[in-house]
């Protein structure tokens, strides 16, 4: 049975407006999750998330499998219990992160070897143990592990790592005994249309409670990205979510939303918060920037989060350049809530069935500045 | 007029239980202010403090001289207006700062010649210009500029730099100008109980809204440190507020309120907490050691603070030992939670003229552990 519940679909595009199920509650979609790699998004708290609408995080199953661990976890409740989160959470299957590893890790058949990146201890991850750890983790939305494909990269290469990927989804969904957590495939292909429709409807065969599409965002052109996301939205059941993995920008979150996605994730808001990048209605605002240290105004006059009801860009520049630890509470607090009312204005859009003018509108507003 | 109502007195010691009122409101005292060096306390927000109780908090005129300048501070409407701080401020003078910077720093009896420790900066503070920062950082109270005394000082060492911070006592009190904003005297005068009764009297002449015992905690012993305590407070007016600048451990506190101290600041439970050392009725937990891994206690289960109402000492460790900056934020509230919910237990204590057993009770629960 699909957690999905479809809401409203637009007569412009592929969007549409739902809403996700799990045990710790509903979502509403199109939505973000803000990243809480381990045990805790970054610099706020539980209750910063949920005054900003946070229905869902993600949480990374590598980082959380080295440190504390995942048995350590189980018996604190899982993550909901350990970082006192009541909302849901999908935690990634830690492919990705070993992927990232590059001479760190080796992929067989079997699975992946890899060394830890704290202490270089051999710890080796199975399809069936990904999806072991996340039952431990208590996670809401459990993703398979998969192999993720470097960009660019050779026909033969990212078919040889596709089909592998294929067959692990499968061993995840054999090995998946709590039905209560949901478990995602994902799609992969690289950068080829057909092989990805073909991985699509070879994991829609296994069958999954949602499907992701992965290994996009990792060098190539939006336009590219683009078209892997048209051509394989309309391979997938239309009654299951939707979650483009790791993306993105807000215009990749409006132009996804466009062609279908249903779920996004990114570090981009946390990470951009502690850098000083902040995003407003009229584009990025660099906080460091002299031309801020005198400005009374709040990051964004039109923001109704905490941080801009509450102080003035000067008194961001203040912290940033003192690098205080509220410099990164507050930009965080901003950045998330830019991001989650973003997609709340993305539903409301298409509940009014205007999408196509609320994205003109974004890119408008964008360019004033 | 002084600024102090007096409510009860213990039959028993010194302590004192009061009230201060400010144009920002009243604190109760005796009462800890939590250091807020550049324009924020260190990891928490306004309504944190708010929520922990904290009526009155420390800046310090030395870094905002330096960065972002008072100048620009008096344009945001002052300290309350570019932090955020509804409640009340006191403003150290910059001098205990320009004398820590040692090679830095020139004194002359026109003031302080001093570079900034951020880029070098060649700048001036004299005892007229230290109230006149103060003035535009809009404080409720200022501190005059005091020479601070190194620890050991021979008598003739101690006695030119105490002769000189009265000297610049009188030149602050000339240079008030706000007289809505409180002015206090500093006693000086090393660790020579009959210098610091000359000094205080000479302060007590020209006459302020509070008075300051400076020059404690740098390196003597605490059987000194009381002695230096007790030799002072009876040379001050019973109906002005003492405060005993940058003291300490929260058995200082005990101690200090023994002795008639009604106000108090340091940095130590905000450090502490960014290093890891957190504060229990029952003494300090290290929280990255190793028995606390699989701790599913709070920090302290007698504590009614945020972080032990929601997460265990495993948890904590966790982010500590991750580096979170979720960390330093949760360790900070329950350190200053701990400081301000013991000067309301001391309060309590002194109205139930309670206060010896309060003591003994205090130390009995330290070495439980």
């Given at each position: 049975m699909t957690p999905f519940t479809l809401h409203t679909r637009s007569s412009e595009c592929a969007a549409r407006r739902g809403e996700v199920r799990t045990r710790h509650g509903i979502f509403q979609t199109p939505v973000f999750m803000p990243v809480g790699?381990?045990?805790?998004?970054?610099?706020?708290?539980p209750e910063n998330l949920l005054e900003m609408g946070a229905g869902i995080i993600l949480g990374n199953t590598y980082h959380l499998f080295i440190r504390p661990g995942h048995e350590l976890i189980r018996r604190f409740g899982g993550l909901h219990g350990f970082m006192n989160w009541p909302g849901s959470i999908l935690t990634d299957s830690g492919g990705f992160q070993i992927f990232s590893l590059k001479d760190l890790a080796t992929i067989t058949e079997e699975g992946a070897a890899f060394r830890s990146h704290l202490d270089g201890a051999k710890l080796f991850l199975s399809p069936e143990g990904a999806v072991q750890v996340q039952e431990s983790l208590g996670s809401d939305i459990m993703m398979c592990l998969d192999t993720c494909i470097p960009y660019p990269a050779d026909r033969r290469q990212a078919q040889a790592s596709t089909d592998l990927t294929t067959r692990w989804a499968g061993r995840c969904r054999q090995a998946?005994?709590?039905?209560?957590q949901l478990l995602f495939g994902i799609v992969q292909g690289g950068m080829y249309a057909d092989m990805r429709q073909s991985a699509a409807a070879a994991l829609v065969d296994i069958g999954f409670d949602g499907y992701a599409i992965g290994g996009?965002?990792?060098?190539?052109?939006k336009t590219l990205m683009h078209e892997m996301t048209e051509a394989t939205v309309p391979a997938l059941p239309a009654d299951y979510p939707v979650y483009l993995m790791g993306v993105g920008t807000p215009a990749d979150l409006v132009e996804g939303v466009w062609r279908g996605i249903d779920m996004f994730d990114c570090v981009m808001p946390t990470r951009n918060a502690r850098n000083g990048t902040l995003f407003t209605s009229h584009g990025k605002v660099v906080?460091?920037?002299?031309?801020?240290?005198?400005?009374?105004?709040?990051?964004?006059?039109?923001c109704t989060c905490y941080t801009c009801r509450n102080y003035s860009r000067a008194y961001l520049r203040h912290l940033f350049v003192s690098r205080e630890i509220l410099s990164y509470h507050l930009n965080t607090i901003h950045n998330l809530h830019y991001y989650i009312n973003l997609m709340d204005q993305i539903r409301t859009a298409i509940e009014a069935d205007c999408y196509a003018r609320f994205r003109n509108d974004f890119y408008s507003r964008l360019t004033d500045q």
């Open positions: 790699t381990q045990a805790t998004v970054k610099a706020v708290t998946h005994s709590n039905r209560e996009l965002s990792v060098g190539e052109s906080i460091k920037n002299a031309r801020y240290r005198d400005d009374p105004a709040p990051l964004d006059a039109t």
